[in-house]
């Protein structure tokens, strides 16, 4: 059985919004000011590497749908994210255009873990993630937290119910005291 994992970008306040830059908000590319080492490249190269699937929101996925079928790269990040399975959980987008993209609603997510054996990642995707964890579906969260406090911009579980988790591990990763926790339901 797979399972859900919820993979994001943080600040220290819980802001996940425009890590990159692509999106324009006012603290864009946050993340791009920190260092985060050999080894934390490798944890997120490793982690698409590991899993099944994504399963993202709309917003994110034609976000990744208009970007990632650009990149290559010599590790095979990107390859991986043109190539494994893409799920969109959305009722308005009709024809999913990036490679191997289905359409599917929120009643279909459970349904995914039973389908395959790995990881199915979710990143970004801020209402399918506050979605998905009131309906108490995820079974990971992977939060690289940078050590930064924007003091605005969306934050990851703002609107969500009350939710315990366990801390499964926690690590620095690069020379700028970005870290990667990781938690399970409580």
Do not use: C
């Not at 992977?142 to 930064?148: Q, S």
């Amino acid at each position: 059985m797979g399972k859900i994992v919820v993979t994001e970008f943080v600040s220290l306040d819980g802001v996940f919004e425009d890590p990159g830059g692509a999106e324009g908000s006012e603290h864009g590319g946050w993340s791009f000011t920190f260092n985060r080492g050999e080894d934390g490249d490798a944890f997120k190269l490793d982690e698409v590497k590991a899993a099944d699937a994504q399963l993202l929101g709309r917003v994110t996925y034609e976000g990744f749908a208009k970007a990632w079928p650009n990149y290559t790269d010599e590790v095979g990040f990107a390859e991986k994210m043109n190539t494994m399975p893409k799920y969109v959980v959305s009722s308005t987008l009709a024809e999913p255009s990036w490679t191997n993209s289905m359409v599917i609603t929120m009643a279909d997510v459970a349904g995914l873990k039973d389908r395959y054996a790995g990881d199915i990642l979710v990143a970004g995707s801020g209402q399918l993630v506050r979605g998905l964890t009131d309906a108490g579906l995820v079974d990971e969260y992977r939060l690289m937290v940078f050590p930064i406090v924007l003091g605005s911009g969306r934050r990851l579980f703002d609107g969500t119910k009350l939710t315990r988790l366990n801390l499964a591990d926690s690590k620095p990763v690069g020379p700028d005291g970005v870290t990667v926790n990781t938690y399970t339901r409580g």
